[in-house]
């Protein structure tokens, strides 16, 4: 069974950079075609996909976060990391990292999930 866990800092200032990173364990990010997702959900909102790498380590974005947004991965600890840029209020959220057999923009397809962690953005 894959396990996921998000980790990172519960409250950012505007304008700084939010970092997460998602711990995998029972399952290895480089395994083919497999995807691992950023997701959040604003408070009172839906899902929102943010991006995900892949097990080649290709990165995609979703097109209103891309210009803020990056994905990177440490296959030595098996975890994979969300760096959003210039955050504002309106990125305070609950943010997920799952997990999908194939890259799929649909919650539906993900597999696994973490626990979620809730980041405010508040001075």
């Known amino acids: 069974q894959v396990q996921l866990q998000e980790s990172g800092p519960g409250l950012v200032q505007p304008s700084q950079t939010l970092s997460l990173t998602c711990t995998v364990s029972g399952g290895d990010i480089t395994t083919r075609f497999y995807a691992w997702n950023w997701i959040r959900q604003p408070p009172g909102k839906g899902l929102e996909w943010m991006g995900a790498?892949?097990?080649?380590?290709?990165?995609y974005y979703s097109p209103s976060l891309k210009s803020r947004s990056s994905i990177s991965r440490d296959t030595s600890k098996n975890q994979f990391s969300l760096h959003l840029r210039s955050v504002n209020p309106e990125d305070t959220a609950v943010y997920y990292c799952?997990?999908?057999?194939?890259?799929?923009?649909?919650?539906?397809?993900?597999?696994?999930w973490g626990q979620g962690t809730q980041v405010t953005v508040s001075s």
């Open positions: 799952a997990s999908s057999r194939f890259l799929s923009y649909a919650a539906v397809d993900y597999d696994n």
């Open positions: 790498i892949v097990y080649d380590g290709s990165t």
